[in-house]
């Protein structure tokens, strides 16, 4: 008996290729969505990694400096050029600032540059606030110091010096490691725009270094003094009393005494909103030399102080203060930057480039606080 059997051309139907093919897209939307959701928690994570970055790197230098404010030279400050015609003294500031140092004046009316100078509102408004600046002196700690005057003047030692009967100059040996340096130990020679620190066992004087030869450091009033630190002529200048230039009678001092030199740093933190326009910047500044930018990019630099009166001995005034000098009214006392014993420090960083995600920058921001170790100390004893 005769049989017959059906069959078709081999494929699919157009049913089984439809389903198939939606199957297909579905995987595939499925897989392409977990890609995407990948390379964006890798973006958000990446611009995290990059605002925090720049957040460690400038708060890390900027607490260091904080903490070697006022080494050596002391919570007092250091004694400044006072009288009639003395001119102000610059201050390192954000570009196209023009800032002067605040000064405070003593019991004894001396002029003092504050170790510890606040700059409250002084550098450029970013988002809609403005940010402050402060300016930290310090002894470079890689710097021996010179001894005036020397123990044999015919044959001084490395470190030993001579001022010059006017106080504009100092003579050392050819030899000097001020002069000529030391790399063994890491120590640069003296420049042009150095600063020196002179301390006496009762007073101090800052000086710029305007120029240099063999066996010489000179310190002129000339354009190269930018601070104008070095004023001659001024009525009350402290080297020329601690040279007995211009001894005031309660307080003589013989030009034998001795005086020791220090290499002093001032550094200065600010904003530049500036140099890359629309990218701030936390910036660096060594005395008036090339400004070193840290980090960005910086949307905030908030500083504030904890202060301690030196009349009301050991009380801390409770709230954190931003402008100096202030005056409470209700206590009646008035604060100064003399009296700075703890900074309190915020700074607010956003990534360099927009977040995919959000469309919009990653931030972050630290607080932290910092005992200024050398301004630390507080007599718990008022005496009379």
Do not use: C
């Not at 540059?113 to 930290?136: E, K, N, R, W, Y």
């Not at 000179?218 to 004023?231: E, G, L, R, V």
Request: hydrophobic residues 40%.
């Amino acid at each position: 008996m005769a049989t017959s059997t059906t069959s078709r051309e081999s494929g699919f139907t157009i049913t089984e290729l439809l389903v198939t093919t939606t199957i297909m897209m579905l995987v595939m939307s499925g897989a392409l969505t977990t890609f995407r959701n990948a390379l964006t928690i890798n973006d958000s994570a990446s611009q995290l990694a990059d605002a925090n970055q720049n957040l460690r790197a400038g708060t890390n230098q900027l607490i260091r400096d904080l903490m070697m404010a006022g080494r050596i030279i002391g919570a007092e400050g250091i004694s400044m050029p006072s009288g009639a015609g003395v001119v102000a003294f610059n201050r390192p500031g954000p570009p196209g600032s023009s800032l002067t140092f605040p000064l405070i004046v003593d019991a004894d009316t001396t002029l003092n540059l504050p170790s510890l100078s606040t700059g409250f509102g002084l550098g450029p408004v970013i988002t809609g606030s403005a940010t402050d600046t402060v300016t930290i002196m310090t002894i470079d700690e890689f710097t021996p110091t010179i001894s005036t005057p020397p123990t044999n003047a015919a044959a001084p030692t490395v470190t030993e010096a001579t001022i010059a009967p006017d106080g504009q100059s100092l003579t050392l040996p050819a030899t000097s490691l001020w002069l000529a340096g030391d790399a063994v130990n890491d120590t640069q020679p003296i420049q042009v725009g150095d600063l020196v620190f002179f301390k006496s066992p009762t007073a101090n004087a800052i000086q710029t270094v305007t120029s240099k030869d063999a066996t010489h450091i000179y310190f002129a009033s000339d354009a190269h003094d930018w601070f104008h630190f070095n004023q001659p002529n001024a009525p009350v200048r402290p080297l020329a009393i601690m040279k007995g230039l211009a001894v005031p009678a309660a307080d003589p001092w013989p030009s034998t005494s001795p005086v020791t030199l220090f290499r002093a740093l001032m550094i200065t933190y600010y904003v530049d909103n500036t140099t890359v326009a629309g990218t701030p910047r936390l910036t660096r500044v060594v005395n008036h030399l090339t400004p070193q930018a840290l980090a960005g990019v910086v949307e905030d630099l908030d500083l504030t102080y904890d202060l301690v009166s030196g009349e009301t001995n050991p009380v801390t005034y409770a709230t954190a203060i931003t402008s100096l000098p202030y005056t409470d009214a209700v206590a009646g006392v008035t604060y100064n930057s003399n009296q700075v014993r703890k900074v309190n420090i915020h700074v607010g960083v956003r990534s360099e480039v927009l977040s995919k995600p959000a469309q919009d920058f990653v931030r972050n921001h630290i607080s932290t606080s910092v005992a200024v170790r050398s301004l630390a100390s507080v007599d718990r004893y008022k005496t009379q």
